[in-house]
């Protein structure tokens, strides 16, 4: 059992969401308006999971979750209508863990909650974004960007199936046979090399200095390993 809070104005979303949570056996907490979530924002602490929708009339979940982090880590997912790449950016800033498009799948909704609260592998989960580094990976749409910049770079269709892979094996060696095999197909025939080349360039343009690596590792004679430390 964890306790969860749903910030949520949407009567029949924060119904559903209280009926499947506690169906779960979770505790959970609803507010319905911005601005008394706002005002109770120090005492989140208690909880072990904030679901926070993000227009909500009175104060946004933007500014509360910014509020939130004023007193503690609490992991907070964001729920919005809004699904934009910007918009989950804006998330992250403020601060938040996790993003959930409306209308969200009750079923990754849970798995999401409980890669948020129990600390099991995100690899579990076919992730929409992932934030490597100062840049937001967007798998859906292939865009690279920027937190500061706001600079965008679009990856090649290889280039995400390749970042896919690495990222669903996340801190475990994928070997160069499995990378051929799963994102150039068994038709292809592509040398080593050519992984290689993809590798330096996802390098140059995720890590500070390409040549001391972050996250995408060599792992000699064998293929790569790729670490992340924040998902989303
Ligand atoms: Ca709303």
């Excluded at 072990?48 to 509020?67: A, K, Q």
């Excluded at 790729?226 to 989303?232: A, C, G, R, V």
């Amino acid at each position: 059992m964890i306790k969860i809070c749903v910030v949520e104005d949407e009567a029949s979303i924060r119904e559903m969401l209280l009926f499947n949570l506690e169906l779960e056996g979770h505790k959970v907490n609803a507010y319905s308006n911005g601005k008394s979530a706002f005002d109770d924002a120090s005492e989140f602490q208690k909880y072990d999971l904030v679901i926070l929708d993000v227009m909500l009339p009175g104060v946004s979940g933007l500014t509360i979750c910014e509020e939130i982090r004023k007193y503690s880590n609490v992991p907070v997912l964001f729920l919005s209508a809004k699904g934009t790449t910007q918009d989950k950016i804006a998330g992250l800033k403020k601060g938040g863990n996790d993003y959930l498009s409306k209308p969200f799948d009750l079923e990754e909704l849970l798995l999401r909650i409980k890669v948020l609260t129990e600390g099991i592998m995100p690899s579990v989960l076919d992730n929409e974004c992932i934030k490597i580094g100062k840049k937001l990976v967007d798998f859906a749409t292939f865009e690279v960007i920027d937190h500061l910049s706001n600079e965008k770079h679009v990856l090649s269709k290889k280039e995400i199936g390749l970042l896919k892979l690495l990222n669903q094996n996340e801190g475990k060696v994928v070997s160069r046979d499995e990378i051929l095999d799963k994102v150039w197909g068994k038709d292809q025939f592509p040398t080593s090399r050519t992984i290689d080349n993809y590798i330096l360039n996802l390098r140059k343009l995720f890590e500070k200095d390409p040549k001391q690596p972050e996250f995408f590792h060599s792992i000699r004679s064998v293929g790569y390993k790729f670490t992340i430390s924040d998902k989303l």
